[in-house]
């Protein structure tokens, strides 16, 4: 007897927020991608590279960054959608590089540096549906689940195969929960608990309290990602597949020619403990390296929680809340984007001869969210002013990168605001 597939089967509210929690990570995990291949991105002609080239460079890297921004955007929306139907914003993650078990067998993710391999896994990222189906040729799931299979009230089917594929199943199960508990019963958030525009200069981020901007929200996703059709010029898919053609041609031309600095792949200066027995990272053991990894570990981290309490903030005022936006946005620019391009410029150490460092986004186990308003504050201003200290007391190591200087500026700037 033949079945149909059902990749993302969605019966009751514990299925969709273990959905949307998973989207939330896929969402983070791929930034983390984007972002590490852009830090590895070369920067002048000193490194090897044509003026030509070097313009190819600095376009390929300024739409990776106008990718990432959008999918943090997608972050932020599956956030928003968990914490609508009675959820959490879901900021944790398994580190980089993913666990077979972790997502489906395609979402392998590991940090590479800016190269044709790692080309090939965002264009298979950002696949649309209806390319990958073709590509298929109608071949069947060894694992398809039979629609007549009783529901599993635990968890959901997770039998998908692209991003889209799981917005879609995600979809559904909104508009059958919808129908099933009705709207008021669905959407159960109280009233200005979304975070939205007001608070983010992000295009597209909708806050979600009912039905219609649910699907909304989940169709800017999709669109941004796979595009609305499939020649969509717009989409991640077709400009990925954009940077994949130039880079070829200029390969093509100059074979010699390499865009990124040798950046290990999936780098630690300390290895966490969610790692797979047999996952393969590089073991970061440069002194200067090792400490700038650190910080910029510490700062991603205290970003990701800042941001977090966003999406899941109780009884702060307005004012408080427009501070956390702030500040999360600003660490980015002003802590992990100078911080991630200067260590791929640093070497790995003795272990790696001939490459350098990179960051490894890591998430620690005490990474999570402060459970109070008033703790909260106190306990992100007490990081701040930490990793203000650290900076500076590395900046008396010889050969401490100029780059620490600037962080810690801008880290004290951050806590005089939580004073």
Same mark, same amino acid.
């Given at each position: 007897?033949?079945?149909?597939?059902?990749?993302?089967?969605?019966?009751?509210?514990?299925?969709?927020?273990?959905?949307?929690?998973?989207?939330?990570?896929?969402?983070?995990?791929?930034?983390?991608?984007?972002?590490?291949?852009?830090?590895?991105?070369?920067?002048?002609?000193?490194?090897?590279?044509?003026?030509?080239?070097?313009?190819?460079?600095?376009?390929?890297?300024?739409?990776?960054?106008?990718?990432?921004?959008?999918?943090?955007?997608?972050?932020?929306?599956?956030?928003?959608?968990?914490?609508?139907?009675?959820?959490?914003?879901?900021?944790?993650?398994?580190?980089?590089?993913?666990?077979?078990?972790?997502?489906?067998?395609?979402?392998?993710?590991?940090?590479?540096?800016?190269?044709?391999?790692?080309? &090939?896994?965002?264009?298979?990222?950002?696949?649309?549906?209806?390319?990958?189906?073709?590509?298929?040729?109608?071949?069947?799931?060894?694992?398809?689940?039979?629609?007549?299979?009783?529901?599993?009230?635990?968890?959901?089917?997770?039998?998908?195969?692209?991003?889209?594929?799981?917005?879609?199943?995600?979809?559904?199960?909104?508009?059958?929960?919808?129908?099933?508990?009705?709207?008021?019963?669905?959407?159960?958030?109280?009233?200005?608990?979304?975070?939205?525009?007001?608070?983010?200069?992000?295009?597209?981020?909708?806050?979600?309290?009912?039905?219609?901007?649910?699907?909304?929200?989940?169709?800017?996703?999709?669109?941004?990602?796979?595009?609305?059709?499939?020649?969509?010029? &717009?989409?991640?898919?077709?400009?990925?597949?954009?940077?994949?053609?130039?880079?070829?041609?200029?390969?093509?031309? &100059?074979?010699?020619?390499?865009?990124?600095?040798?950046?290990?792949?999936?780098?630690?200066?300390?290895?966490?403990?969610?790692?797979?027995?047999?996952?393969?990272?590089?073991?970061?053991? &440069?002194?200067?390296?090792?400490?700038?990894?650190?910080?910029?570990?510490?700062?991603?981290?205290?970003?990701?929680?800042?941001?977090?309490?966003?999406?899941?903030?109780?009884?702060?005022?307005?004012?408080?809340?427009?501070?956390?936006?702030?500040?999360?946005?600003?660490?980015?620019?002003?802590?992990?984007?100078?911080?991630?391009?200067?260590?791929?410029?640093?070497?790995?150490?003795?272990?790696?001869?001939?490459?350098?460092?990179?960051?490894?986004?890591?998430?620690?186990?005490?990474?999570?969210?402060?459970?109070?308003?008033?703790?909260?504050?106190?306990?992100?201003?007490?990081?701040?002013?930490?990793?203000?200290?650290?900076?500076?007391?590395?900046?008396?190591?010889?050969?401490?990168?100029?780059?620490?200087?600037?962080?810690?500026?801008?880290?004290?700037?951050?806590?005089?605001?939580?004073?």
């Amino acid at each position: 007897m033949e079945h149909a597939v059902v990749p993302v089967r969605i019966e009751n509210r514990a299925q969709l927020i273990y959905l949307l929690t998973e989207a939330a990570e896929l969402e983070h995990e791929i930034l983390c991608c984007y972002l590490f291949a852009s830090f590895s991105m070369k920067e002048g002609t000193s490194e090897g590279v044509t003026e030509e080239q070097l313009a190819s460079i600095r376009g390929w890297r300024d739409l990776l960054r106008g990718i990432a921004v959008q999918e943090m955007i997608h972050f932020a929306t599956a956030c928003n959608l968990l914490t609508a139907i009675g959820g959490e914003p879901q900021l944790h993650r398994p580190n980089l590089p993913t666990g077979s078990r972790a997502y489906p067998p395609r979402f392998q993710l590991r940090l590479m540096p800016f190269s044709p391999e790692a080309i &090939d896994q965002f264009v298979s990222l950002e696949q649309p549906e209806a390319i990958w189906e073709a590509e298929q040729q109608g071949e069947f799931r060894a694992t398809a689940v039979p629609l007549d299979r009783l529901s599993d009230i635990f968890s959901s089917e997770r039998n998908f195969a692209t991003v889209g594929e799981l917005y879609r199943g995600i979809q559904d199960g909104f508009a059958y929960l919808a129908q099933k508990l009705g709207e008021e019963g669905l959407f159960v958030a109280p009233a200005g608990t979304q975070t939205a525009q007001e608070y983010f200069q992000m295009p597209g981020l909708i806050a979600v309290t009912d039905l219609a901007s649910a699907l909304a929200a989940i169709n800017v996703i999709v669109e941004q990602g796979e595009g609305a059709s499939a020649d969509a010029e &717009d989409s991640h898919y077709k400009r990925f597949v954009q940077i994949q053609h130039e880079y070829r041609e200029a390969r093509a031309r &100059d074979p010699r020619f390499v865009a990124a600095r040798p950046v290990v792949t999936s780098p630690y200066a300390m290895l966490p403990t969610d790692l797979a027995p047999d996952a393969e990272v590089a073991l970061v053991d &440069d002194p200067i390296s090792v400490n700038l990894c650190q910080v910029f570990d510490g700062c991603y981290e205290l970003m990701i929680q800042v941001i977090g309490r966003l999406f899941a903030h109780g009884d702060e005022a307005p004012e408080t809340l427009s501070v956390y936006a702030d500040i999360g946005v600003s660490l980015m620019f002003d802590a992990i984007d100078p911080l991630g391009r200067t260590i791929t410029q640093l070497p790995a150490g003795p272990s790696h001869p001939g490459q350098n460092a990179g960051p490894s986004f890591r998430l620690s186990r005490s990474g999570g969210l402060p459970s109070h308003s008033t703790s909260a504050r106190i306990v992100f201003r007490e990081r701040l002013v930490e990793l203000q200290r650290y900076c500076r007391f590395l900046q008396m190591e010889p050969g401490a990168p100029a780059v620490l200087g600037t962080v810690a500026t801008a880290l004290q700037g951050y806590a005089a605001k939580l004073a």
